[in-house]
């Protein structure tokens, strides 16, 4: 079994930044890719960012390219994501998942563990 628990969400003017994190414990030398989803109240989960362990390929949805940035320290199985000018359209849960494949995936059905999410809000 793996274990995801997310941290560093909260209440942020728009314009600011957040960073959060992705701790991995568990059988966390199975995981292989990883990736940040998030869902907004009335709407379905969507893909954010992700990254694979081994190389560190980063892959992101166009609505977050260059403003988050998704990482990886292996050594402390830990996985971030630095958000920086948040628009009020980022409010969400923001949920960690990770997949025992290399690839990462952008649907949620393709990840086999997840994070209980941790709640960002972006006021205007």
């Given at each position: 079994?793996v274990?995801?628990?997310?941290?560093?969400?909260g209440?942020?003017?728009?314009?600011?930044?957040?960073?959060?994190?992705?701790?991995?414990?568990?059988?966390?030398?199975?995981?292989?890719?990883m990736?940040?989803?998030?869902?907004a109240?009335?709407?379905?989960r969507?893909?954010?960012?992700?990254?694979?362990?081994?190389?560190?390929?980063?892959?992101?949805?166009?609505?977050?390219?260059?403003r988050?940035?998704?990482?990886?320290?292996n050594?402390?199985?830990t996985?971030?994501?630095q958000?920086?000018?948040?628009?009020p359209?980022?409010?969400?849960?923001?949920?960690?998942a990770?997949?025992r494949?290399?690839?990462?995936?952008?649907?949620?059905n393709?990840?086999?563990?997840?994070?209980?999410?941790?709640?960002?809000?972006?006021?205007s």
């Amino acid at each position: 079994q793996v274990q995801l628990v997310e941290s560093g969400g909260g209440l942020v003017q728009a314009g600011g930044s957040l960073r959060l994190s992705c701790a991995v414990s568990g059988r966390a030398f199975s995981v292989y890719a990883m990736g940040w989803f998030r869902q907004a109240p009335g709407k379905e989960r969507e893909f954010v960012a992700g990254i694979t362990w081994i190389g560190g390929r980063t892959y992101y949805a166009d609505s977050v390219k260059g403003r988050f940035t998704i990482s990886r320290d292996n050594a402390k199985n830990t996985v971030y994501l630095q958000m920086n000018r948040l628009e009020p359209e980022d409010t969400a849960g923001y949920y960690c998942a990770a997949r025992r494949t290399g690839v990462v995936a952008t649907t949620t059905n393709e990840y086999d563990y997840w994070g209980q999410g941790t709640q960002v809000a972006v006021s205007s």
